[in-house]
T-cell receptor, first 114, second 115 residues
Framework: AQTVTQSQPEMSVQEAETVTLSCTYDTSESDYYLFWYKQPPSRQMILVIR??????QNATENRFSVNFQKAAKSFSLKISDSQLGDAAMYFCACTETSGSRLTFGEGTQLTVNP | DTGVSQDPRHKITKRGQNVTFRCDPI?????LYWYRQTLGQGPEFLTY????????KSRLLSDRFSAERPKGSFSTLEIQRTEQGDSAMYLC?????????????FGPGTRLTVL
């Protein structure tokens, strides 16, 4: 069984600044994938970034990047040049290659202050 | 491509009633997932289909819950004899292909309130 933990229920950042959201996970599999999903208020969840566990290079998508520490089972999300539209609930998720389900963390509510 | 759609968006029912939700995935997506999300929590996996076959069910899916995906297109999730603890957002997602890492596209959800 896999577990995902997000220890920051809420975070805030000033517009144009950088913020890092934390996530730790546990899985018995050697092959797995990690994701960050964004859920804006009253809107559907969308994928922000994806990391394959077998890749050592950290994934990046424009202003979003991850710090993947496999040995520590840590997967943090860095948002650079924060924008008002980044305000949302962010979920870390994990899926095993042999499985099907996404296992989500509890979420971090990000507020972006103008 | 209009995305994943779910109907209804909101449902209020009395305890003991049956409810049915519908999910229309993105066309040609062969995998369809159901998740449940309670307030302030992350989504929890309920079940998933590959085409018309239901391949996995969570222990969360009690015998009051049943899901179908006839002909591998839309899916329905039925809850019989609803309980107040069933109040939650029910999310549907779909993905293309048979690999787990394929992006799951989520619908807007159906919010169920059981009085």
């Amino acid at each position: 069984a896999q577990t995902v933990t997000q220890s920051q229920p809420e975070m805030s950042v000033q517009e144009a600044e950088t913020v890092t959201l934390s996530c730790t996970y546990d899985t018995s599999e050697s092959d797995y994938y990690l994701f960050w999903y964004k859920q804006p208020p009253s809107r559907q969840m969308i994928l922000v970034i994806r990391q394959e566990a077998y890749k050592q290079q950290n994934a990046t998508e424009n202003r979003f990047s991850v710090n993947f520490q496999k040995a520590a089972k840590s997967f943090s999300l860095k948002i650079s040049d924060s924008q008002l539209g980044d305000a949302a609930m962010y979920f870390c998720a994990c899926t095993e290659t042999s499985g099907s389900r996404l296992t989500f963390g509890e979420g971090t509510q990000l507020t972006v202050n103008p | 491509d209009t995305g994943v759609s779910q109907d209804p968006r909101h449902k209020i029912t009395k305890r003991g009633q049956n409810v049915t939700f519908r999910c229309d995935p993105i066309s040609e997506h062969n995998r369809l997932y159901w998740y449940r999300q309670t307030l302030g929590q992350g989504p929890e996996f309920l079940t998933y289909f590959q085409n018309e076959a239901q391949l996995e069910k969570s222990r969360l899916l009690s015998d009051r819950f049943s899901a179908e995906r006839p002909k591998g297109s839309f899916s329905t999730l039925e809850i019989q004899r609803t309980e107040q603890g069933d109040s939650a957002m029910y999310l549907c997602a779909s993905s293309q292909g048979t690999f787990t890492y394929n992006e799951q596209f989520f619908g807007p959800g159906t919010r169920l309130t059981v009085l």
